[in-house]
């Protein structure tokens, strides 16, 4: 059998999945094993026979349970303090080298529906062409309530989660930016990932129909379903950002031309604009300074 490193660029370009099949990468960090049990089961029980490896990083806090578990299971030394960032690119980059793709990641406290990769699939095979797949979601609290409806800018795909995100190999130059962004802006890394897309010209194809259940700890989430919002949500800290926010550290680093600016249309209403877009942010976006290409 020939392996997925020898496939010809052409077959790479069209088929739905590599001889070794799919690779998902889920960094951890503190999370219950109930919560990783979750995850990974999730990966297990997905249907069809699609080939799926589930690589698992831990960021500075490895628990010895997975030992057992049917993962690649690697260990950093030490936290990286950039929301999972690092575990990921590193990840990414392991199964890219051991013949893995396409590359699919999924945030230890996220699930995948068991359908996510008959979805993957088909999706690619309507999509040939497609350097980029945007899966769908819908949002949870942390007790697993559902927040009806899809996200104004998920639709547009204007926002795509990194649990949402599948990469094949024309789009693999993207992942290193995981590892090579700033450690502050790992709160919004989906975001600058999604405009990197973007400046590359990479094609983007999605779906809208929901395979991914996103836990949403955020105000906005709470505030959706009429609920008090907890003390530990996680809001991002746009005030740190902007403190913090350097465009020729980010050139520097990554190539990219980079600014932040405001998510909230002129004239709109602030509160409602927000709740539509149900999104993990409450704040401006990243937006590079390229025109965006209409993928």
Known sequence: MTSASNVSQTDACSAVIGTRGAAVITPYYKESLAVLERCHRSCQEQKGDWPLRHVMVADGHPRPELAGWNVDHIVLP??????????????????????????????ADNWFQPWHLNTVMALRQRHPKADVLAMGRECALPDGTVIRGVPEEDLAHRHIDTSCYVFYP??????????????????????????????????????HLPSVVFTAHYSWAYQALGRPVPDDVHDVDWSL???????????????????????????????????????????????????????
């Open 78 to 107: 030490q936290a990286h303090g950039d929301n999972g960032n690092t575990p990921r690119c590193l990840g990414a980059i392991s199964a890219i080298n051991q013949g893995y793709w396409p590359i699919l990641f999924l945030d």
């Open 170 to 207: 024309s789009a693999f130059r993207v992942l290193s930016l995981w590892g090579m962004m700033p450690p502050y802006l790992g709160p919004i890394c989906d975001r600058f990932i999604r405009e990197a897309i973007n400046d590359y010209g990479l094609v983007l194809a999605g779906t």
């Open 241 to 295: 950002l902007r403190a913090k926010f350097n465009p020729s550290e980010i050139h520097r680093r990554t190539g990219l031309q980079s600014s932040l600016s405001s998510s909230v249309p002129i004239g709109a209403d602030v509160t409602t604009t927000m709740t539509q877009q149900g999104s993990s942010i409450s704040g401006p976006i990243l937006s590079t300074l390229h025109t965006p290409q209409d993928l």
